[in-house]
T-cell receptor
Framework: AQRVTQPEKLLSVFKGAPVELKCNYS??????LFWYVQYSRQRLQLLLR??SRESIKGFTADLNKGETSFHLKKPFAQEEDSAMYYC???????????FGQGTILTVHP | EAQVTQNPRYLITVTGKKLTVTCSQN?????MSWYRQDPGLGLRQIYY???????DKGDVPEGYKVSRKEKRNFPLILESPSPNQTSLYFC??????????????FGEGSRLTVL
């Protein structure tokens, strides 16, 4: 079975502070990991995926197979980063996609 | 404009009254799926479809049915809705080429209340 855990339901930081949203997964094979984001009044959208290894809106995430983690990081948070963030895992067949419980990030001015 | 369209966006119904939530995409995507979003539980996959006439269960399929007769449409059917199916539902689609997949495009969501 595949599982994704986001231990923090809520995360609050001040503008300019570093932020890290945690994601741990359980999967026996080689998963594909994603971060999706939902800004207020907008559709859920892809933020980044581990195979791309790119930085989007200043966010990065590294897949750590040893710790089975895919934490999302940004060195300097901005108010516009306030949103709901979901970590997601897809197994090798891609059909089944498992999301975590989500983390609401609030960046205070 | 590339879109995933769900209807209805809001619905209040009563226990046992069959309903269908439609989902349509105009991007010629092979893959489509349904999720429900509940507080504290995040997004949970109900069903997915890899292509026309190919569907499979996600993590929470009980009480739901789907069909994929056409590539663009993937309706979610609640044969006998119950109050525990009160939720926010999302449809999503993406492309598949060989072993590669694209990002999921989500609909705006359908808020369903079952009394």
């Amino acid at each position: 079975a595949q599982r994704v855990t986001q231990p923090e339901k809520l995360l609050s930081v001040f503008k300019g502070a570093p932020v890290e949203l945690k994601c741990n997964y359980s999967y026996s094979g080689s998963p594909e990991l994603f971060w999706y984001v939902q800004y207020s009044r907008q559709r859920l959208q892809l933020l980044l995926r581990h195979i791309s290894r790119e930085s989007i809106k200043g966010f990065t995430a590294d897949l750590n197979k040893g710790e089975t983690s895919f934490h999302l990081k940004k060195p300097f948070a901005q108010e516009e980063d306030s949103a709901m963030y979901y970590c997601a895992l897809c197994g090798t067949s891609y059909g089944k996609l498992t999301f975590g419980q989500g983390t609401i990030l609030t960046v205070h001015p | 404009e590339a879109q995933v369209t769900q209807n209805p966006r809001y619905l209040i119904t009563v226990t046992g009254k069959k309903l269908t939530v439609t989902c349509s995409q105009n991007m010629n995507h092979e893959y489509m799926s349904w999720y429900r979003q509940d507080p504290g539980l995040g997004l949970r996959q109900i069903y997915y479809s890899m292509n026309v006439e190919v569907t499979d269960k996600g993590d929470v399929p009980e009480g739901y049915k789907v069909s994929r007769k056409e590539k663009r449409n993937f309706p979610l059917i609640l044969e006998s809705p119950s109050p525990n199916q009160t939720s926010l539902y999302f449809c999503a689609s993406t492309w598949r080429r060989g072993g590669n997949t694209g990002e999921l495009f989500f609909g705006e969501g359908s808020r369903l209340t079952v009394l």
